[in-house]
């Protein structure tokens, strides 16, 4: 799919009241070390430093949606593939025990989903690793960015932001 084709489709799904469409159309709000992945379904980033560790990924729909159930199977499909393929980026570049997925939309209301690596040494696990706050510095963000650019396979390395 061209990135052309891309931000066609882009246009005809998005809603202007929602912040993460807003984003995706203006551009705006980058992530730290810009897109990870930017497919027909899928925009991957760092998450913004003040609520990650480093290696934090956030992954957001391009289609205006909310839930897992208002995927289509194809998107269901893909971002089955698409974890896959960022687990296995992220597990080497910070050596985390466990990657944590976490998809809430309860403040924003546009399907967007959170990996947080825990490392083995932290010994909180599950919701109470998931409970307390996350934070890191912009170079840490943007570092951990390209370390795990560089892991991640050729298909899903389509943009580099």
Request: glycine fraction near 8%; include cysteine; hydrophobic fraction near 40%.
């Given at each position: 799919m061209t990135q052309d084709h891309i931000a066609a489709q882009d246009r005809i799904t998005q809603r202007r009241d929602c912040y993460y469409c807003a984003k995706h159309r203006t551009g705006e709000d980058a992530p730290p070390g810009g897109w990870l992945v930017a497919d027909g379904d899928w925009l991957v980033g760092h998450g913004p430093a003040h609520m990650s560790v480093p290696g934090t990924l956030r992954i957001e729909s391009r289609r205006h949606f909310t839930d897992f159930a208002d995927m289509t199977d194809a998107e269901a499909a893909s971002f089955g593939l698409l974890l896959a393929s960022l687990y296995r980026a992220v597990s080497p570049v910070t050596g985390a025990e466990?990657?944590?997925?976490?998809?809430?939309?309860?403040?924003?209301?546009?399907?967007?989903a959170w990996l947080y690596p825990r490392a083995a040494d932290d010994p909180r696990r599950g919701t109470a690793f998931l409970h307390h706050g996350f934070e890191c510095t912009d170079a840490d963000a943007q570092a951990a960015a390209a370390a795990i650019r560089s892991h991640l396979a050729p298909p899903a390395r389509e943009a580099h932001g």
């Amino acid at each position: 799919m061209t990135q052309d084709h891309i931000a066609a489709q882009d246009r005809i799904t998005q809603r202007r009241d929602c912040y993460y469409c807003a984003k995706h159309r203006t551009g705006e709000d980058a992530p730290p070390g810009g897109w990870l992945v930017a497919d027909g379904d899928w925009l991957v980033g760092h998450g913004p430093a003040h609520m990650s560790v480093p290696g934090t990924l956030r992954i957001e729909s391009r289609r205006h949606f909310t839930d897992f159930a208002d995927m289509t199977d194809a998107e269901a499909a893909s971002f089955g593939l698409l974890l896959a393929s960022l687990y296995r980026a992220v597990s080497p570049v910070t050596g985390a025990e466990r990657i944590h997925l976490l998809a809430t939309m309860d403040y924003q209301p546009h399907f967007h989903a959170w990996l947080y690596p825990r490392a083995a040494d932290d010994p909180r696990r599950g919701t109470a690793f998931l409970h307390h706050g996350f934070e890191c510095t912009d170079a840490d963000a943007q570092a951990a960015a390209a370390a795990i650019r560089s892991h991640l396979a050729p298909p899903a390395r389509e943009a580099h932001g």
